[in-house]
């Protein structure tokens, strides 16, 4: 009698999946060696930036954890205290560690509890959703393979690893819409909303090592009660929400970082856990979303909107706008009358020890997406100089000046973007929504302002309106130069548009 191949299994605290960097090497490691080895790792190296940003938030509960920084009981002077003690350690602590992950089921393809999944998607689905619609960049059903191998007859396998990392991204950034119908008492439902993250750009404190990057990534409690021991992560709990029951509230820190997924998942392994081969994918509840402000998002506040609601992301992500155009809200000091917050996690980082806050980077991870429909467009990241020396509670004087620049930088934007429209209107005599001039001079025109911004940053007596003006005047003769030469009515247009780029708005004037 044959025996039966080994049950698929797969722990993430053990088995290697999270890519990390120290100096220039790269490698995959489980969660639990991460922890053990944070102080030796220099950063982490995920291929997606959605996924790595996941995965932070995730990271930084389970260090809030084995820290006891989820200690609502512990004042903001106290909070502080243990956070620097943790921070001269210079490494977490091998026995706290490892307690945390001997409390816990991490095995991704557990029957009863598989880390982030729901397992009763088996027979609450009538069907899997498959591999190919799992996978970002796959086409899946009958859609045509225009750019991929792909198709409806080739589902490859996915290797856990990167498997793992998809799964992060479809609860934290998922797509709207249809999915694989599932039914719970007689009802049936086929459509899910997007997920928390979705179309958001993330701001991380990045530490010299990943402990730092971590232990600074902590929000600090900010309510007003939360009793001890209400919060829980996913893999925390004994079994997965129930979808029908109304949302728990999004406790600090473990339920307001990993426990608003709207998509309930589960994997299909290959044989022995190395692959996944298939995937369920549906609505993990129909409860309204809650609003929660989340400590790594800056947001923009709308005055006319006088309820709770009135609150919203300030930028969704975009790929084609560069970081530093942010850095007048991630700067200045919140302001209870001002109407853009910069990422809650900000205001923490002034009472890191000062090799630490020196030294500290801020990571950018953007999903460029739709947030009301199921269209990806793009991922990016990047990593900002040391800032935090600027932030206005250190640096006021530079705080202003980077604000100021900001500020003109946009407000020189707009007017390119005016006044290229009436040199195309004049020009050509007729009128568009689009015109060619404006968006190919504001795209030559960005280049060069992040040029001007950082020259503007070291010459603090320089003119401002004046610099940006020059750039964007060179970006409307760059995007206009065959028109000027071959037809006068151009070369007139643009002309009178330079010079009103140049122009200042006139001072009101004063009551007599």
């Excluded at 970081?323 to 009472?351: M, Q, S, V, Y």
Aim: charged fraction near 20%.
């Amino acid at each position: 009698m044959p025996s039966l191949p080994p049950p698929a299994t797969f722990s993430v605290a053990h088995k290697p999946w999270v890519d990390v960097r120290t100096g220039p090497q790269y490698d995959q490691v489980g969660l639990l060696t991460l922890f053990l080895d944070a102080h030796r790792i220099d950063d982490l190296a995920l291929p997606h930036p959605p996924a790595a940003s996941a995965l932070l938030r995730i990271l930084v509960s389970i260090t809030a954890r084995i820290t006891g920084l989820d200690d609502p009981e512990l004042s903001a002077s106290q909070w502080n205290a243990l956070r620097r003690r943790c921070l001269d350690q210079g490494r977490f602590d091998p026995d706290a560690v490892h307690a945390y992950f001997d409390q816990h089921a991490w095995d991704v393809f557990d029957p009863i509890r598989p880390w982030l999944q729901d397992p009763s998607l088996r027979t609450q689905c009538d069907h899997s959703t498959g591999i190919n619609v799992f996978v970002p960049g796959r086409p899946g059903g009958n859609n045509l393979a225009w750019f991929s191998p792909h198709g409806h007859h080739t589902a490859e396998p996915v290797p856990t690893p990167e498997a793992l990392q998809i799964l992060l991204i479809h609860h934290y950034f998922g797509r709207p819409g249809k999915s694989t119908p599932r039914t719970i008492n007689n009802t049936t439902i086929a459509k899910h909303s997007s997920g928390p993250l979705r179309a958001s750009v993330s701001f991380h404190p990045l530490g010299r090592t990943l402990h730092e990057t971590l232990l600074a990534g902590v929000p600090a409690f900010t309510g007003d009660d939360q009793p001890p021991g209400a919060d829980a992560c996913p893999w925390e709990e004994p079994a997965p929400p129930d979808p029908q029951a109304p949302l728990r509230t999004a406790t600090w820190p473990g339920r307001q970082l990993t426990g608003l997924s709207r998509h309930a998942i589960l994997l299909v392994p290959g044989q022995g856990g190395a692959t996944v081969t298939d995937a369920y994918i549906t609505w993990a509840t129909q409860q309204p979303k809650p609003i929660i402000t989340d400590p790594y998002l800056a947001y923009r506040f709308i005055p006319e909107r006088k309820n709770v609601a009135r609150r919203r992301t300030l930028h969704r992500a975009d790929a084609s706008r560069a970081w530093w155009r942010d850095l007048e809200t991630l700067l200045l000091a919140p302001d209870e009358h001002g109407i853009h917050r910069r990422p809650a996690i900000f205001d923490t980082l002034n009472d890191l020890p000062e090799a630490v806050r020196r030294s500290l980077r801020i990571r950018v991870h953007g999903f460029d997406q739709d947030s009301s429909q199921a269209t990806d467009r793009q991922w990016y990241t990047a990593i900002t100089p040391p800032l935090l020396n600027w932030t206005q509670e250190h640096d006021p004087g530079k705080a202003q000046r980077i604000a100021e620049c900001c500020r003109e930088a946009e407000h020189t934007a707009q007017r390119l973007a005016t006044v290229a429209k009436e040199a195309w209107d004049t020009a050509t005599h007729s009128r568009t929504t689009q015109p060619p001039w404006a968006k190919k001079a504001l795209t030559r025109y960005w280049p060069k302002a992040e040029t001007v911004f950082w020259r503007l940053m070291d010459e603090t007596d320089a003119d401002a309106p004046a610099a940006f003006a020059a750039a964007a005047a060179a970006a409307l003769r760059e995007v206009t130069e065959a028109a000027r030469i071959s037809h006068n009515s151009a070369a007139r247009a643009v002309a009178y548009a330079v010079r009103d780029l140049y122009r200042r708005p006139s001072a009101p004037r004063k009551a007599a």
